[in-house]
């Protein structure tokens, strides 16, 4: 049994990357095939990602893939990591973070997440427009 084994249309959703989000299309359950996409979520100003049937979006690579996005009524927020940081990170110290994979970025959704685990498209956007305050060196490292 998969996850989302009986994702409907209009379920709503949460990202850990995107936040809140609407199921906009599922594939009936007998057209489904194992590691394909099966269905779609949008999030805030149009975005839309496709989901596997365990929640790895179509962004993520094939050797990296975790689940990204559950049921919103499954999400407990009160753990999640969604403190400004301490200090404000120079574009030389997030170069040097992002060498050694200890480089974490904001979300959309507000969490913390190693910038392995995040779209590239989010991370070159936060880099083009000197969005700095959005990265951070991973806690614990």
Not at 2 to 31: C, M, R, W
Not at 79 to 87: A, C, L, S, W
Request: aromatic share 14%; glycine share 4%; charged share 30%.
């Amino acid at each position: 049994m998969h996850y989302f084994d009986n994702i409907k249309l209009k379920q709503e959703v949460f990202s850990l990357v995107y936040g809140n989000g609407t199921v906009i299309f599922a594939l009936p359950k007998e057209h489904r095939l194992e590691g394909f996409f099966v269905f779609a979520a949008e999030y805030e100003k149009k975005h839309k990602v496709y989901y596997t049937i365990d929640g790895f979006p179509n962004w993520s690579s094939s050797d990296g893939s975790c689940q990204t996005v559950f049921y919103k009524k499954d999400i407990d927020l009160t753990d999640m990591d969604m403190q400004p940081p301490n200090k404000i990170l120079s574009e030389k110290q997030i170069l040097k973070y992002q060498e050694k994979d200890i480089l974490e970025i904001q979300c959309p959704s507000g969490i913390w997440r190693n910038i392995i685990e995040t779209p590239q498209k989010i991370i070159d956007k936060a880099l083009k427009k000197s969005k700095y305050h959005l990265f951070r060196k991973q806690k614990n490292s």
